[in-house]
């Protein structure tokens, strides 16, 4: 085996200087140069301190103004700015487990979508109290996704996976008015909690937030991810490649990029077809290469081993290279730069979505009765575009790393059964693991999810905390662009054990794992919940017992801020390394950091120092562990 180093950040700033300057050869913008542009940046909005609710503003808040036309003080305009900005990522990630349901629903024997894991779907079935004796596979199927829709707008009760929560947890969520009702009931509480001359109170805009987030994480999220696995496979080991090195010169490279597996699947599929390989061919191309950017690259790389370009802000890197023939995308994350960037390169930047339209690209609407033939066209497209790549553009950076990715719950719960001598039932448990982290073998383990943001130096914060944790033998689960981040540094290699301490070094040998642990998506930080709940389950603890924090270093969306709020709300503490818009109010810092632990026994912490945030992370996680006496 050859040797195993770690690839340092300095050399992937190096890679993208080089593909930057031959953007500035052909004129093309990029978000460094933008950043510089929009800097510095509003320190009103910056602050959370600027109102544009209604029209009688905009109003700001200053020492000689310390309230807008309304009245409205600072801590009530950060306090709405924030329950706004979690509306926006809960109902992104719901929606997309919408369409997955929606996906679902049309699925039949033979056609576009399929049940790929009909176990998986039996599974769901029993536990929403299903019938599934004697039933077509499909008809549960249809069934099943029939109740997933329902879920968003469902009259009374609660969403349905709160069950899978500790016993007592789901009554005390109710009692506390933090339990999610119907999906898009929450989002429009929200919508209408921060309109003009409703809630101004931080305590009760962090309540909703928290609710807000909860009926992301443990329902449109959880939703997308379970149905997601019914239809084209639970996640297992798999392994694959990162970063720009994945690009082939000599293939018709094919960047898929968004969120939704539906389309990136179906892309996928067609670029093995034999018709489109041998169409390649015919156009000088040596075959066809299918990678990934942001949460897509998650999706088609734990399923299939579809390689991992890069993340959120390497996009604009798979387009600088002049190799590629298409960027197709459908939802979320997604630069509007892409169109005019690709304009400058041979570039089919190419939409999907009705949801996400930009210009300069071409829009080609993909949805479940079409898709095998749009996914054809787009292929088809990308093949035919190989003639017109200019071959004095092209640079590949010759930088790549293994990884080895797919570790849903399901998968931690078989690989890490052969760590301890534990029986485990025949449905699987999690106390293998559990045994690891009371007999301190392992101290405890970071949920490292999220982005990348410019105000922190890209990828940076994710590989150095990892470093570190693991080092102190904590182990890292990791989904989003956090994952692609570990990926491309080498750190879901499984020879990176030797970064870790003795005991997490040890478990990595005996159960054949990576340090850091790859689960999948954005909506995947689903799955987390679902281990930290059967964590406590196997345990008899309550989640906000267990020595596992969640971590955003990097985190830019809307989407990250309502994650960070049903981690929360789950009753996991959760470190961010960038704030949310919420300096401007003491107040809601206090609700946020303090206050919130007095329901969930959990709250953020925010420190921008990525040294310290990793010393505090290590800290909790010790605090944890003395309670429990372990
Ligand atoms: S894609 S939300 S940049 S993780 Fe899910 Fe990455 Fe953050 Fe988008």
């Not at 969403?159 to 016993?167: A, G, N, V």
Request: hydrophobic share 40%; with cysteine; charged share 25%.
């Amino acid at each position: 085996m050859s040797e195993f180093k770690l690839t340092p950040i300095e050399d992937m700033e190096a890679a993208t200087q080089r593909l930057l300057e031959t953007g500035a050869k052909v004129g093309a913008d990029s978000w460094q140069m933008r950043v510089k542009n929009q800097t510095p940046h509003c320190k009103f909005g910056e602050q959370g301190i600027c109102c544009r609710i209604c029209a009688m503003g905009p109003c700001r808040i200053t020492p000689k103004a310390p309230r807008g036309i309304c009245g409205c003080d600072a801590h009530g305009i950060v306090g709405r700015n924030y329950l706004k900005f979690t509306a926006g990522g809960g109902a992104t990630h719901s929606d997309h487990g919408r369409e997955i349901c929606n996906t679902l629903y049309h699925s039949e024997p033979g056609g576009a979508y399929q049940v790929k894991d009909p176990e998986k779907l039996k599974k769901l079935a029993k536990e929403w109290g299903v019938e599934t004796e004697g039933k077509d596979i499909y008809d549960l199927a249809h069934e099943m996704a029939l109740l997933g829709l329902e879920e968003y707008g469902k009259v009374f009760g609660y969403q349905r996976f709160l069950d899978r929560m500790p016993e007592g947890q789901k009554e005390k969520l109710i009692e506390l008015e933090l339990a999610p009702r119907a999906i898009d009931r929450e989002v429009s509480a929200s919508l209408h909690t921060t309109h003009m001359g409703c809630s101004s109170l931080p305590e009760q805009l962090v309540r909703q937030s928290i609710r807000m987030g909860m009926a992301d994480g443990w329902g449109g999220s959880m939703a997308g991810t379970e149905f997601s696995d019914v239809m084209f496979g639970t996640p297992k080991p798999v392994d694959t490649e990162a970063n720009l090195g994945v690009m082939v010169a000599e293939n018709v490279n094919i960047i898929v990029h968004g969120h939704d597996p539906s389309l990136s699947e179906k892309v996928c599929d067609w670029a093995e077809d034999p018709e489109m390989l041998a169409l390649a061919k015919s156009v000088g191309a040596k075959g066809i290469t299918v990678s990934g950017v942001c949460c897509t690259s998650n999706e088609v790389a734990m399923r299939r081993g579809i390689p991992m370009a890069g993340n959120f802000l390497s996009q604009e890197n798979v387009v600088l290279t002049g190799a590629c023939e298409a960027i197709v995308v459908d939802v979320q994350c997604i630069f509007p730069a892409l169109g005019p960037l690709s304009k400058c390169f041979h570039t089919k930047f190419i939409t999907t979505s009705p949801i996400a339209r930009m210009p300069d690209s071409e829009f080609i609407r993909f949805d479940a009765g079409t898709a095998n033939e749009k996914a054809k066209q787009i292929v088809e497209m990308a093949v035919m575009n190989f003639k017109n790549r200019k071959p004095e553009l092209v640079h590949i950076p010759q930088l790549k790393q293994k990884a080895t990715v797919g570790y849903s719950v399901e998968a931690i719960v078989k690989t890490l059964d052969g760590v301890t001598n534990s029986q485990v039932d025949e449905t699987g448990t999690t106390k293998p693991l559990l045994e690891c982290i009371t007999s301190g073998v392992i101290r405890g383990a970071v949920a490292m999810v999220g982005c990348n943001n410019p105000k922190v130096r890209p990828d940076y914060a994710h590989i150095e905390l990892m470093k570190k944790l693991i080092a102190n033998d904590i182990i890292v689960i990791s989904s989003g662009c956090a994952s692609q981040a570990a990926a491309k540094a080498g750190l879901m290699d499984k020879r990176a054990k030797d970064l870790c301490g003795a005991g997490l070094k040890r478990v990595c040998e005996l159960a054949d794992i990576p340090p850091v642990l790859h689960m999948g998506s954005c909506v995947d930080i689903s799955r987390m919940m679902v281990l930290a709940a059967t964590l406590a389950k196997d345990s008899g603890l309550q989640i906000n017992q267990l020595p596992v924090v969640g971590c955003a270093p990097e985190w830019m969306s809307e989407k990250a801020v309502s994650i960070g709020n049903y981690v929360v709300g789950t009753g996991l503490d959760t470190f961010l390394g960038v704030d949310p818009y919420v300096e401007g109010s003491s107040e809601m810092q206090w609700w946020l950091t303090e206050g919130v632990r007095q329901w969930t026994g959990s709250a953020y912490t925010v420190e921008k120092d990525i040294e310290k945030l990793t010393d505090l992370m290590i800290e909790r996680i010790e605090e944890k562990r003395a309670a429990l006496g372990i």
